[in-house]
């Protein structure tokens, strides 16, 4: 088992910047890929970014290419998400979440392909 906890969410305006980040604990001694998904009011969780357990290979939606930046220290077990130039469209809660790293595949969009969850945090832009 993995717990996972963010943090470092909170109100910004348009324009702004926020960096998340996202500690894990438990069965850290195992290989995971780490991502961040959101969730809006009335909408499906989506994939925002995601990276192998190297660090090498990053995943980012389209929506979030060349603003946002996932990074990782594999030392802290922790993941980060650098937001930068962010929209009210940005607004959403934020998810950490883990899978177990096997080879490129798994740095995945699909949600349902990601094993551990943390419990989320707000991020409100403001237009």
């Known amino acids: 088992q993995v717990q996972l906890v963010e943090s470092g969410g909170g109100l910004v305006q348009a324009g702004g910047s926020l960096r998340l980040s996202c500690a894990a604990s438990?069965?850290?001694?195992?290989?995971?890929?780490l991502g961040w998904f959101r969730q809006a009011p009335g909408k499906e969780r989506e994939s925002v970014a995601a990276?192998?357990?190297?660090?090498?290979?990053?995943l980012y939606a389209d929506s979030v290419k060349g603003r946002f930046t996932i990074s990782r220290e594999n030392a802290k077990n922790t993941v980060y998400l650098q937001m930068n130039s962010l929209k009210p469209e940005d607004t959403a809660v934020y998810y950490c979440?883990?899978?177990?790293?096997?080879?490129?595949?798994?740095?995945?969009?699909?949600?349902?392909?990601?094993?551990?969850w943390g419990q989320g945090t707000q991020v409100t832009v403001s237009s």
């Open positions: 979440a883990a899978r177990l790293w096997r080879d490129a595949s798994s740095l995945s969009a699909t949600r349902e392909r990601w094993n551990y």
């Open positions: 438990g069965r850290t001694s195992s290989r995971y890929a």
């Open positions: 990276i192998s357990w190297s660090g090498i290979s990053t």
